[in-house]
């Protein structure tokens, strides 16, 4: 039977995205549910510090499912804006249950223009995720960025957190990301995180490319 990797996270949105992209690869994937006043996000500066701080707190909650080869994953991301120096970065999670995605683009509105060129660059932004793997005793970091803008408006549907703000840029053939206002092969259309299906998110997304690094670094399943 092939290993489970245990995912610590309380997100549906995160789990469906990792299941999505783990399946591929051959694993099997399940939540850890750990009751979250059990739990402490370390406010740290980096995104490393806090996974890391993460491996060690699911070590200690184990399900009683746990077999010998399982594997443990955690991950961390944040909303880095250019125009505000990196903000809200590794406060993303207090910035987004306090001034929230209207928020942010509130805090960009002098930023608008009618060039949507210009305006893509003006308003950039990247989404950076940091996934770490216990297996063996071993810890395993992968990174991934996203890069991208901040919508006019916000454009829901699917996704969570800052999906329906933020609209990745376009990618080459390669699926790699291309510079503001380029188009590529693949595209959202203008479209946000918050208005394209799972299968489309992850095709861009900085999960994605975190756990790609990541397991890049793992013989295949
Ligand atoms: P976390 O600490 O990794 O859970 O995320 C910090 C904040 O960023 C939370 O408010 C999340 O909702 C948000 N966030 C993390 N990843 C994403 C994403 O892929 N899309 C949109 N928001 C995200």
């Given at each position: 039977m092939?290993?489970?990797?245990w995912f610590?996270?309380?997100n549906?949105?995160?789990?469906?995205e990792a299941d999505?992209?783990?399946?591929?690869?051959?694993?099997s994937v399940?939540?850890?549910i750990v009751?979250?006043?059990?739990?402490f996000e370390?406010?740290?500066?980096?995104?490393e510090?806090?996974a890391?701080?993460?491996i060690?707190q699911a070590?200690?909650?184990?399900?009683?499912?746990?077999?010998?080869g399982?594997m443990?994953l955690?991950?961390?991301?944040?909303?880095?804006?250019s125009?505000?120096?990196g903000?809200p970065g590794?406060?993303s999670?207090?910035?987004?249950?306090?001034?929230?995605?209207?928020?942010?683009i509130?805090l960009?509105?002098?930023?608008e223009?009618?060039?949507?060129?210009?305006?893509?660059?003006?308003?950039?932004?990247?989404?950076?995720a940091?996934?770490?793997?216990?297996?063996?005793?071993q810890?395993?970091?992968?990174?991934g960025?996203?890069p991208?803008?901040?919508?006019?408006e916000?454009?829901d549907g699917?996704?969570f957190g800052?999906?329906?703000?933020f609209i990745p840029?376009?990618?080459d053939?390669n699926f790699?990301?291309?510079s503001?206002?380029?188009y590529?092969?693949h595209?959202t259309h203008?479209?946000?995180f918050?208005?394209?299906?799972l299968?489309v998110?992850?095709?861009f997304?900085?999960?994605s490319?975190?756990?790609?690094?990541?397991f890049s670094?793992?013989p295949?399943?």
């Open positions: 092939s290993p489970t990797i610590l996270t309380g549906a949105g995160k789990l469906a999505n992209h783990l399946t591929k690869l051959g694993y399940r939540q850890l009751d979250e006043e059990q739990l370390p406010q740290a500066t980096s995104l510090v806090v890391e701080s993460k060690n070590l200690s909650h184990l399900p009683n499912e746990f077999k010998e399982d443990i955690v991950e961390d991301a944040g909303l880095f804006v125009a505000l120096d903000f590794v406060y999670s207090y910035v987004h249950s306090t001034i929230g995605n209207l928020g942010i509130r960009l509105n002098h930023l223009t009618e060039d949507p060129v210009s305006s893509a660059s003006l308003r950039s932004a990247q989404f950076r940091v996934a770490a793997l216990w297996r063996n005793d810890i395993i970091i992968g990174e960025v996203c991208g803008h901040i919508a006019t916000t454009m699917n996704g800052f999906d329906p703000i840029y376009d990618l053939a790699q990301p291309l503001a206002g380029n590529g092969e595209s203008g479209k946000t918050g208005a394209v299906d299968e998110k992850n095709k997304s900085h999960r490319r975190a756990l790609q690094n990541l670094q793992l295949s399943a």
